[in-house]
């Protein structure tokens, strides 16, 4: 149980455009979701919180504009990158936690490579 | 300020050989503790977690941790490491209310045959 799938795993997309990534719950609902980018060799730097239904919630110097959150439904949850550079390519991980006040176990996703050129 | 220190960057250990990763947190709280491992170009899976109770927890693939409260430490042990067990281990921190994990900057693990 708890399994949470990324689409696209891989994604090569030319700078200027945009490219949409999927989060979803397979097996649970996932009240809030978490995004996550990881740079090589380096840790997971939290993006944004995502709840079903609301805003999104940006960590401090990411740009909300240039990283587009959904979270339309209890199952999924999507991040777009706008207008996407080099600087943005990265592995983006996304994480799902199950409802209720006591869970507070994150269950990740596969990741997704997002390389732009 | 809320953190999680990894202190050691790289560890090489033989095949068969125990180890133990170190882990030390700074919360005002309890905290809630886990220890992830990541392979390469791979997500995260959860090796063991502690919220509260026993405070040697045991997890998957015969790893374990002890929480210390006195240290301010979660460290992950293993008696006899296999080599599929190379990879990137990160020890977290899951903040009260917020529900954010707060990583630690990882331990790259190298096993030598």
């Known amino acids: 149980g708890a399994v949470v799938s990324q689409h696209p795993s891989r994604v090569i997309c030319k700078s200027g455009t945009s490219v949409k990534i999927e989060c979803r719950s397979l097996?649970?609902?996932?009240?809030?979701m978490f995004w996550y980018r990881q740079f090589p060799k380096q840790s997971l730097m939290l993006m944004a919180t995502?709840?079903?239904?609301?805003?999104?919630?940006?960590e401090q110097g990411v740009e909300k504009d240039k990283f587009l959150i959904n979270h339309a439904s209890l199952t999924l949850s999507t991040l777009t990158v706008t207008s996407a550079h080099p600087e943005d390519s990265s592995f983006y991980i996304c994480?799902?936690?199950?409802?209720?006040?006591?869970?507070?176990?994150?269950?990740f996703g596969p990741g997704t490579r997002l390389t732009v050129t | 300020a809320q953190s999680v220190t990894q202190p050691d960057i790289h560890i090489t250990v033989s095949e068969g050989a125990s180890l133990e990763l170190r882990c030390n947190y700074s919360?005002?709280?309890?905290?809630?503790l886990f220890w992830y491992v990541q392979s390469p170009g791979q997500g995260l899976q959860l090796l063991l977690k502690?919220?509260?109770?026993?405070?040697l927890v045991q997890g998957i693939k015969g790893f374990e941790a002890e929480f210390k409260r006195s240290q301010s430490s979660f460290n992950l042990r293993k008696p006899s490491v296999h080599w599929s067990d190379a990879a990137e281990y990160f020890c977290a921190v899951g903040a009260v209310g917020t529900y954010k994990y707060i990583f630690g900057t990882g331990t790259r693990l190298k096993v030598l045959a």
């Open positions: 994480s799902a936690r199950t409802p209720g006040q006591s869970s507070y176990e994150q269950y």
């Open positions: 919360y005002g709280a309890t905290p809630y």
């Open positions: 097996d649970f609902q996932a009240t809030t």
């Open positions: 502690y919220f509260s109770g026993d405070t």
């Open positions: 995502s709840n079903e239904g609301s805003k999104a919630t940006y």
